[in-house]
């Protein structure tokens, strides 16, 4: 876990260095982005909790390798957890967290591009709503801190800089030591670059 998240960082300084030094082209880019946000908890059997809705904001760096691949890093904002709801009780858990993609980028086309990638993240916010409709009480866990997995995604770039994307998160971090649960989000974002 400390590999990937020194590897990221390097990756990510190295951008931010290559976006410093490099001419006004197409070499590097940054940008905005934001959007809607599917995520539900998945456990070790493969069964899915219900899907909070929520949004996702943040920023990115480009670096282009060649014609046809890139490489991005990301620094966003993303409302994350899950909901389950029965005859005994209806529970959300919103977990926050502050994500840290690293993607690779391949064009198959000059507007058109597929992208696959690892993910860390950091849990800075937590909420637990839960209504009970019987007597018997349930547990609570304190979600990990840390949270990783990968990403696979597609998306459309247009001439004028505006990006539609949409993404996958497959969770491999376990979100409670308590349970082997883990993160699934799906992601449907609107950037700009500039």
């Known amino acids: 876990m400390r ?3 020194i590897i990221m960082a390097f990756v990510l300084s190295y951008n931010i260095n290559a976006q410093s030094t490099q001419k006004a082209d197409k070499d590097s880019s940054f940008g905005i982005k934001g ?5 539900s908890v998945r456990n070790s059997d493969g069964d899915e909790t219900d899907q909070r809705q929520g ?3 943040g920023f990115f760096g480009e670096s282009y390798l060649s014609d046809f691949m890139s490489v991005q890093t990301e620094l966003t904002y993303s409302q994350q957890g899950y909901k389950i709801e029965n005859s005994n009780y209806r529970l959300t858990q919103k977990i926050d967290y502050i994500n840290l993609p690293l993607m690779l980028k391949l064009y198959p086309t000059r507007a058109f591009y597929l992208e696959a990638g690892p993910q860390i993240g950091y849990a800075i916010s937590h909420k637990e709503e839960i ?3 019987a007597v018997n009480s349930t547990n609570t866990y304190e979600p990990n801190s840390f949270d990783w997995g990968v990403n696979f995604g597609v998306g459309f770039k247009s001439e004028a800089g505006i990006i539609l994307g949409a993404r ?10 308590e349970t082997s649960d883990y993160n699934n989000v799906l992601q449907l974002s609107l950037g700009f670059e500039f």
Do not use: D, M
Request: net charge negative; hydrophobic share 40%.
């Open 131 to 133: 209504e009970t409709f």
């Open 55 to 57: 949004f996702h904001i």
């Open 35 to 39: 959007g809607y946000n599917l995520a």
């Open 3 to 5: 590999t990937l998240i």
């Open 168 to 177: 996958y998160h497959y969770g491999l971090g376990k979100i409670y030591e």
